[in-house]
Structures are given as structure tokens and as C-alpha cells.
């Protein structure tokens, strides 16, 4: 056991094997960073979110490269990680896929599976991009936000009615209701330009003095 640790201890890490791994990880990043910008239907900031991808595949390339030198190093990462908390808040499914994609980057390049992690990432990335240009192939315009706000009460039903009668979809993403005030947020997917203005003309018109927002989901981005 003891002749079994040291000989784990021994194995040298190539100063220049790090380097070229390093280098190819920046750039499968930034590939992946202008990808997830492009493809995403993430409703965070997409640009600030995607500069977290490069540190996070470097720094997996890093840990794993020194880690798998040596079996005390690795025994004292479980340690480490057991300290560590991470609180930073991710909303979407989408946005952990991402960052999975980015370990797995570091985790294959650490291991000095570099052909291996490069085919995997281009086969993926062709995947996702061929299924993002299909899916918003069909979708007439780009998802926007819309706020409708009243100083009466809504019936939901009601309104969810007339927003479904003029869109090809609808998600309801907040609704909030009070004794002299209502507000209904929904993320909306148009057939048409021109249901823009006949869903407005029917909402003001059901419901007099009503105030109606629009704003298109990538001006968030």
C-alpha cells in the first residue's frame, strides 16, 4: 500500500502537454461563449454569463492536470470541495447544460484526451446549432416579453384567452394581484407583425384605460 502511494506521487506532469491543453480550452471556450449567445433562449444576460465559460474549462483543465499527478492531491480535493460552497443561483436547465459542457471541456483536456474532447465538442456543437436553426426556423418572430397592468382586477382565464387567440404560444411568468391594482407579465410568441396590433386593440378595448408594454427578449441580451 505504502510502495502504491508513493509511485502515485511520481508521475510527472508535462509542462508543455498543459500548455497546449490550456490553449486548446480557450479556444473550445470562446467557441462554446459565442455559440451559447447565438443558440441560447436563455432569458439572463447571455454575453455576461458566457465570459464565466473560459475560467471555468481552464481552471477544470488545471485541477485535473495537477489532481491526476498525484493520489494525496486528489484525496485532499475531496476535502477541499467539501468546504468550498458555490451560492450563485442558476435559473435555467439550460444554463446548467452549458456549464456541464464546460467541465467536461476541462475534464477531457485535463485527462489528456485532447483529440477525444475536441471531436466530442464539435460533434455537439454542430447538434445544437442544427437544432437551434430548425426550432427558430418555424418561429415566425422572436419571443417577447409583455406586461399588461390595470387598475382593476384581471380574470386570468379571461386574459389568457385573448393572448392565446393572437400567438402561436404563451408562458405565464408572473401575475400579480392587489384590491385597486393588476398585473399579468407573459413571455409571447407572435403568428404575425400585424397581432401585435390586433391583440393591443382588443385588450384596450376589453379593458378601458389598461397599459400594455412590450419589449423583445433580446434587448436583455
Same mark, same amino acid.
Given at each position: 500500500?505504502?510502495?502504491?502511494?508513493?509511485?502515485?506521487?511520481?508521475?510527472?506532469?508535462?509542462?508543455?502537454?498543459?500548455?497546449? /491543453?490550456? @490553449?486548446?480550452?480557450?479556444?473550445?471556450? *470562446?467557441?462554446?461563449?459565442?455559440?451559447? =449567445?447565438? *443558440?441560447?433562449?436563455?432569458?439572463? /444576460?447571455?454575453?455576461?454569463?458566457?465570459?464565466? $465559460?473560459? !475560467?471555468? %474549462?481552464?481552471?477544470?483543465?488545471?485541477?485535473?492536470?495537477?489532481?491526476?499527478?498525484?493520489?494525496?492531491?486528489?484525496?485532499?480535493?475531496?476535502?477541499?470541495?467539501?468546504?468550498?460552497?458555490?451560492?450563485?443561483?442558476?435559473?435555467?436547465?439550460?444554463?446548467?447544460?452549458?456549464?456541464?459542457? *464546460?467541465?467536461?471541456?476541462?475534464?477531457?483536456?485535463?485527462?489528456?484526451?485532447?483529440?477525444?474532447?475536441?471531436?466530442?465538442? !464539435?460533434?455537439?456543437?454542430?447538434?445544437?446549432?442544427? =437544432?437551434? +436553426?430548425?426550432?427558430?426556423?418555424? &418561429?415566425?418572430?422572436?419571443?417577447?416579453?409583455?406586461?399588461?397592468?390595470?387598475?382593476?382586477?384581471?380574470?386570468?382565464?379571461?386574459?389568457?384567452?385573448?393572448?392565446?387567440?393572437?400567438?402561436? +404560444?404563451?408562458?405565464?411568468?408572473? $401575475?400579480?394581484? %392587489? &384590491?385597486?391594482?393588476?398585473?399579468?407579465?407573459?413571455?409571447?410568441?407572435?403568428?404575425?407583425?400585424? &397581432?401585435?396590433?390586433?391583440?393591443?386593440?382588443?385588450?384596450?378595448?376589453? +379593458? @378601458?384605460?389598461? /397599459?400594455?408594454?412590450?419589449?423583445?427578449?433580446?434587448?436583455?441580451?
Amino acid at each position: 500500500m505504502n510502495n502504491f502511494l508513493i509511485n502515485s506521487q511520481n508521475i510527472d506532469v508535462s509542462l508543455l502537454s498543459l500548455i497546449i /491543453n490550456l @490553449s486548446v480550452g480557450f479556444l473550445l471556450s *470562446c467557441t462554446l461563449s459565442i455559440a451559447y =449567445v447565438k *443558440c441560447s433562449h436563455s432569458l439572463s /444576460n447571455k454575453k455576461l454569463f458566457s465570459r464565466n $465559460f473560459y !475560467l471555468i %474549462t481552464l481552471t477544470t483543465i488545471l485541477i485535473i492536470t495537477v489532481v491526476k499527478s498525484s493520489l494525496a492531491l486528489s484525496l485532499g480535493l475531496v476535502g477541499a470541495l467539501s468546504i468550498v460552497r458555490f451560492r450563485a443561483a442558476i435559473k435555467e436547465p439550460e444554463e446548467i447544460a452549458y456549464l456541464f459542457l *464546460c467541465i467536461a471541456i476541462g475534464l477531457g483536456l485535463g485527462a489528456n484526451y485532447t483529440l477525444v474532447t475536441v471531436v466530442g465538442f !464539435l460533434i455537439i456543437l454542430i447538434l445544437t446549432i442544427g =437544432v437551434n +436553426y430548425f426550432t427558430r426556423k418555424n &418561429d415566425n418572430l422572436e419571443d417577447m416579453f409583455c406586461t399588461v397592468s390595470w387598475n382593476k382586477k384581471f380574470i386570468l382565464e379571461e386574459l389568457l384567452g385573448i393572448f392565446k387567440k393572437h400567438s402561436n +404560444y404563451i408562458f405565464l411568468r408572473d $401575475f400579480d394581484l %392587489t &384590491d385597486e391594482f393588476s398585473q399579468v407579465g407573459v413571455i409571447i410568441n407572435f403568428k404575425n407583425p400585424n &397581432d401585435i396590433n390586433s391583440l393591443t386593440q382588443e385588450l384596450s378595448t376589453k +379593458y @378601458s384605460g389598461v /397599459n400594455i408594454k412590450f419589449l423583445n427578449k433580446q434587448a436583455l441580451t
